[in-house]
């Protein structure tokens, strides 16, 4: 299989884009990590996967928490010795309807420690595993929203966020090359999710698409992107 004797970790996998994800990349092969903040919620989606007999076990992580971090990650080295794909999906929107001028500093302080901070430090915590992989991918879901070139108003929080995620994608990309370990950043687009709503045109089984070709990239393939429908998008 594609992703036979791979490992991969999906944050914010309990529900929507990463609970398709991890179910798409299990089966494919792949022995997933489904990880999640509320621990009941993860082990029950887990359970529904490994039930229809996919390769799916359950960590907690909370991203942002450095002592979670570490947890998986030492959890990781003694359980594998390595990570061959870490998708950073978990993301939180506090902001809707609200504007750059106005928004308060506590949720822009709450959403960037989530959907920025959290995953940078969890790559700084498992780069070391990806790079012993040789073949180490690193998928950070960012969002049409975060991009610089087509930049609006409104949700400033979410926007600086993911431009934010986007910003490290390209750092880290240019650090890690020529170590196996390829890294991109993606658009699902606007998916039927508990924050896409009942009335996005996407399903979850298309938004996650994206995210696992990347994950599944062969040796060679292109880092530092963004991209959306398998395609190269503008920052």
Known sequence: MVGENRVAVVTGGNRGIGLEVCRQLAGKGVRVLLTARDEEKGRGACAKLKEAGLPVLFHPLDVSDPRSIERLAGHLKKEFGRLDI????????????TRGESVPAGILRAMMEVNAYGPLLLCQALAPLLRKSGRGRIVNVSSGMGSISDMKGGSPAYRISKAAINAVTRILA????????????????WV????????????????????????????GGPTGGFFRERKPMPW
């Open 86 to 97: 870490l998708v950073n999906n978990a993301a939180v929107r506090l902001d809707r309807d």
């Open 174 to 189: 240019d650090e890690l090359k020529g170590s196996g370990v390829l890294v991109n950043s993606c658009h699902p687009g």
């Open 192 to 219: 039927k999710t508990d924050m896409g709503g009942p009335g996005a045109p996407k399903t979850v089984e298309e938004g996650a698409d994206t995210p696992v070709w990347l994950a599944l990239l062969p040796e």
